[in-house]
């Protein structure tokens, strides 16, 4: 074998010698005599690193798989010594091959069991046996073959041919005459032989028979003798997850009802005996994953212990007393992921039982509310916790709990009238307020129901049980509740809106770094409640001037705070207190672009009489452009808010914008250009025409404000640099895609023929230069629509040129480049772009581009004449999909 190319097999080799190693792999797999060399290879343990046997093995299985039949009888039997030799020397081995070795030997014994059971090899188990005996290195080799054979013959997700399908059903058929009862005897024998010492091998084995089971006669498998083995490694905790499963396997078969309840019965009573109900929580999770998939198949005589199980899981979700709610930790973490298990368990055990689930719920829920006064939290947390757990438990579309089925949402309506009903928002602790604000936001359906229960609810949010609650923790997810609890229900909101709107007049006071008074929301969470107020006055029924009489009474405070602000920041000398004051204007913007969520479709602006406002805010807000300290926070805020006064003012946004350009495009970062030209292009493609005159005015000047920073010399090895101009140069090519997309390409003609020139040698260089695929693909959409709009026999002097001097060599250049490559997804996009381009050009100038492309391009690229008509007429063809693949193959072919 060629030593030097097996070098290349090591994952740490060199490109150049994997590459050399890939082409010997295909030479070996052609060759009609090199499987010889690997078998031998393999006999005699010529090698002792793990690559090169892999890789003999996959040279021995190319040649079983396709051009088996091409070889002699003799040849055929030196395969098979080759597999056994090699078998009865892994018994002897001071070390077991590695895993990857191991499955892939026994890929190659499944493969030639399949071509050989029926006709030369009807003694393959019989040969394999006798090798490996007890043998735990054998033993591990013979259930990984059946695991093989298994998927060759059964695996659902292998496409077979109809004549496989047939060879294996006769495989399947032959076996179960010929050798099974004899497998079966080597399972057992396996699993009463290593239970206690391997468990490893156990486990393989359990998987074995749990893979079999599906396909094989179940009475040799759910007898006596098996069950009673597979329950007992039900509590030896290493292999009670695979004898899980194996179970599964076994009670899910088809199988006689009568035989099928004793199985089910006598599984149950070991289950209890052997303790699952006081299994630490640490360990089991995994475990009840897999019991949970187990319960499922339990028939209904099982009732008794399932409910039995679910009061387990309900015991197991309560807080222990040392749970640390104010400051969790490590402990406390892995109790909520134990809890989310828990969860999944209860969803599959609603599967099983729905009604008894919800009425198990339901018992424990009303016996714990009837005396929550004198019931301990943990008990009173769960309750409401189990009820929230419910609607996933026994899910239905769109929240519509109670509605359809009668007795369910009657249960359920009983439940969360008690919650609302019983007082137990006032209980004191945090765990039992959260639980009770989740669970009525999260049946927020039961108050259109019942909407007299609304008035008691929201006090509760609004009071020391919600926003104003002794624990920050509390306070914060509240705000975020409420903003859902009224958003679900606004058109149940209208009666209360004033006196929501003062009872949380306090919580929107934007709290200015200077004043020393902890707020009691974070800023994050008074953003929740902007937006609340912002729904509850654009949804309400009152007319256009009391909505926006409302909407300044929100918004006028935080002008006024941030006129004040932006004067101190002025003057602020020290660094610590520009910053947060800068916060703080920011947080004043924030605030004012949350309220705009609320404006939909069915509610504009201009229907709610609110521009003005709005309109005010800008005014306000602008100035902050100009202003020197602090610019990345300042500029970032205002960025934000003027794209959400793109979407809710419309035009009337558009005499705001010339000036904040400008102030924005004055001495800026790479970060700054990349974050203003996505507003750019919101206005572009948003107005089209109303801004042409804006965007020829101010064209240059922002690709001059571009290039300046493109070409600012950086560190050679600075990698923080060199992407954000990647970035920058990917957000420049996307503005010209919306410019030229927007049906705007006069913008860029009438900015004189040499700007005209520059930007398009730009677009040349984005789509062949820069090994960066995202901006290629951009470029070359960008070119297909200028040649679209200009390549006609009427576009501007000069193009057609351009066309054949420039464009045209980038649709080669560019794919023909080492660093193109044709393997990667984003590139094939490239390419596909790049043959659009090509297609359009043809499309424009007609005979005259395959003229130049036979005559004179593709000539002087060296291209053998019949590729060049191959690629003129794949050009010509009029479906587009056509040209895109032959395209792909003309540069893999072109390509050293």
């Not at 394999?128 to 998927?151: C, E, F, H, K, Q």
């Not at 000398?573 to 609320?598: M, W």
């Not at 922002?702 to 101009?725: C, G, M, T, W, Y």
């Not at 920058?728 to 913008?747: I, K, N, P």
Request: charged share 25%; aromatic share 10%; with cysteine.
């Amino acid at each position: 074998m060629d030593e030097q190319a097996l070098l290349g097999l090591n994952p740490n080799a060199d490109s150049d010698f994997r590459q050399r190693a890939l082409a010997y792999f295909e030479q070996l797999k052609i060759s009609p005599d090199a499987w010889q060399v690997c078998a031998e290879a393999l006999a005699q343990r010529t090698y002792s690193d793990d690559h090169v046997k892999f890789f003999c093995f996959q040279v021995l299985e190319h040649q079983v798989k396709y051009k088996y039949s091409e070889l002699t009888t003799v040849q055929q039997q030196l395969i098979r010594e080759t597999l056994i030799s090699w078998l009865q020397a892994q018994m002897l081995n001071p070390q077991p091959e590695k895993t990857f070795i191991r499955n892939k030997a026994a890929q190659v014994f499944a493969l030639l069991f399949v071509t050989e059971y029926l006709t030369k090899w009807p003694k393959f188990f019989f040969d394999i046996l006798s090798v490996v005996d007890l043998n735990p290195r054998g033993v591990d080799l013979y259930l990984r073959i059946l695991m093989a054979i298994d998927s060759e013959l059964v695996d659902r997700d292998v496409v077979h041919t109809s004549e496989e399908a047939r060879r294996n059903t006769l495989i399947k058929d032959t076996m179960r005459e010929q050798c099974i009862p004899n497998l079966v005897e080597s399972w057992y024998q396996i699993l009463q032989n290593y239970q206690f010492t391997n468990s490893e091998v156990t486990c393989q084995c359990l998987e074995v028979v749990g893979a079999y089971v599906s396909w094989i006669d179940l009475s040799l498998i759910a007898n006596d003798r098996f069950i009673n083995m597979l329950l007992g490694h039900m509590s030896i905790e290493v292999l009670r997850e695979e004898a899980c499963d194996c179970l599964f396997e076994v009670v899910n078969k088809g199988m006689d009802p009568v035989d099928k309840m004793k199985l089910v019965e006598s599984l149950c009573q070991v289950l209890q005996s052997a303790g699952f109900f006081s299994i630490d929580q640490e360990e089991d999770v995994d475990f009840l994953a897999r019991f949970s998939k187990l319960l499922t198949v339990l028939s209904d005589q099982q009732k008794a212990n399932v409910e039995a199980i679910m009061l387990a899981v309900m015991k197991k979700l309560t807080y222990d007393e040392e749970y640390n709610f104010e400051n969790e930790g490590e402990d406390e973490a892995m109790f909520v992921e134990y809890r989310k298990q828990l969860k999944l368990l209860l969803d599959r055990l609603a599967q099983v039982s729905p009604e008894l689930l919800l009425a198990s719920v339901r018992r424990v829920f009303s016996s714990t509310l009837q005396n929550w006064q004198t019931t301990r939290f943990m008990e009173v947390e769960v309750a409401i916790r189990l009820l929230y757990m419910l609607a996933e438990a026994l899910p239905v579309s769109h929240g519509a709990h109670f509605s359809g089925d009668v007795s369910k949402a009657s249960a359920l309506q009983d439940m969360m009238r008690t919650l609302v009903t019983s007082g137990v928002s006032s209980y004191q602790h945090t765990s039992v307020t959260l639980e009770f604000f989740e669970t009525v936001v999260r049946y927020e359906k039961f108050f259109t129901v019942e909407p007299q229960h609304i008035p008691c609810v929201l006090m509760a949010f609004l009071d020391h049980r919600g926003l104003r609650h002794s624990s920050a923790k509390v306070r914060s997810r509240t705000a975020y509740l409420f903003s859902r609890f009224v958003k679900s229900l606004n058109k149940q909101m209208n009666p209360f809106i004033e006196d929501i709107l003062n009872r949380i007049q306090d919580l929107l006071e934007l709290s200015p770094p200077e004043n020393g008074h902890q707020s009691l929301l974070s800023s994050d969470d008074q953003l929740f409640i902007y937006e609340t107020a912002g729904v509850l006055i654009v949804n309400s029924e009152y007319p256009a001037e009391r909505k926006q009489a409302l909407m300044r009474n929100l918004l006028t405070p935080l002008m006024e705070k941030f006129k004040i602000l932006l004067e101190k920041l002025m003057l602020a000398q020290d660094e610590e207190r520009q910053a947060s004051l800068a916060d703080c204007l920011n947080h004043a913007v924030g605030f004012a672009s949350r309220t705009s969520k609320a404006f939909s479709n069915k509610q504009t602006v201009k229907q709610c009489g609110c521009s003005e406002v709005y309109l005010d805010c800008l005014q306000t807000f602008l100035p902050a452009l100009s202003c020197p300290l602090q610019k990345d926070i300042l500029r970032s805020g205002v960025r934000t808010f003027l794209h959400r006064m793109i979407i809710c003012l419309e035009e009337e946004v558009l005499p705001f914008i010339p000036s904040a350009s400008e102030h924005m495009l004055k001495d800026c970062e790479a970060k700054d250009l990349q974050e203003f030209i996505p507003l750019i292009n919101q206005i572009t493609a948003k107005f089209k025409i109303q801004v042409s005159p804006f965007l020829q005015q101010m064209f240059m000047p922002l690709l001059h404000a571009i290039f300046e920073v493109l070409l600012r010399p950086a560190e050679e090895n600075d990698q923080s640099a060199a992407l954000e101009k990647q970035m920058l140069r990917r957000s420049y090519f996307a503005f010209l895609q919306t410019v030229t997309g927007s049906g705007m390409s006069e913008v860029i003609a009438n900015q004189g023929a040499e700007n005209v020139e520059r930007v398009l040698v730009t677009v040349i260089q984005g789509a062949v230069e820069y090994p960066d695929p995202i901006a290629q693909k951009t470029c070359f959409i960008i070119l297909s629509k200028l040649v679209e709009l200009w390549g006609g026999k009427d576009g501007p002097v000069g193009f057609a040129d351009f066309v054949y001097k420039h464009i045209v060599p980038a649709c080669f250049l560019a794919p023909l480049k080492q660093t193109f490559d044709l393997a990667d997804a984003q590139t094939v996009l490239a390419l596909s772009e790049c043959a659009v381009t090509l297609k359009t050009i043809h499309l424009k100038r007609g005979p005259e581009c395959v003229q130049y492309l036979q005559q004179e391009y593709l000539p002087s690229l060296q291209v053998a004449p019949e590729i060049i008509q191959e690629f003129c007429q794949a050009l010509q063809q009029p479906d587009a999909k056509v040209f895109k693949n032959y395209l792909k193959v003309f540069f893999q072919r072109a390509k050293p």
